[in-house]
């Protein structure tokens, strides 16, 4: 079992840069493949970036590429979003999840625990 608990959100104007933390409890952290998954208002929730287990592996969703960085400290249990050059179109609630498993997956159903979410608002 793994609890989740995300931060870091807010209310940032476009350009601007926020760090999301996403603090997880739990057994064997390092078991864990990390991701962090967005849903805006209407839409369904969607596949940002995700982390392998031992932080050596990562993959991007178009989207955020070049403006998003995930990372992870196994020993404190953290993972991190950092964003920079946001967009308004970045406004979101976002979600960390952990999915017991290894590979580099993008589907939200290949996760097994998920945080409450933290909202980001980025105004134009």
């Known amino acids: 079992q793994v609890q989740l608990v995300e931060s870091g959100g807010g209310l940032v104007q476009a350009g601007g840069s926020l760090r999301l933390s996403c603090a997880a409890s739990?057994?064997?952290?390092?078991?864990?493949?990390m991701g962090w998954f967005r849903q805006a208002p209407g839409k369904e929730r969607e596949f940002v970036v995700m982390?392998?287990?031992?932080?050596?592996?990562?993959s991007y969703a178009d989207s955020v590429k070049g403006r998003f960085t995930i990372s992870r400290d196994n020993a404190k249990n953290m993972v991190y979003l950092q964003m920079n050059s946001l967009k308004p179109e970045d406004t979101a609630v976002y979600y960390c999840?952990?999915?017991?498993?290894?590979?580099?997956?993008?589907?939200?159903?290949?996760?097994?625990?998920w945080g409450q979410g933290t909202q980001v608002t980025v105004s134009s």
């Open positions: 739990g057994r064997a952290f390092s078991n864990y493949a």
């Open positions: 999840a952990a999915r017991d498993g290894a590979g580099l997956a993008r589907a939200g159903a290949a996760y097994d625990y």
């Open positions: 982390i392998s287990r031992s932080g050596g592996g990562t």
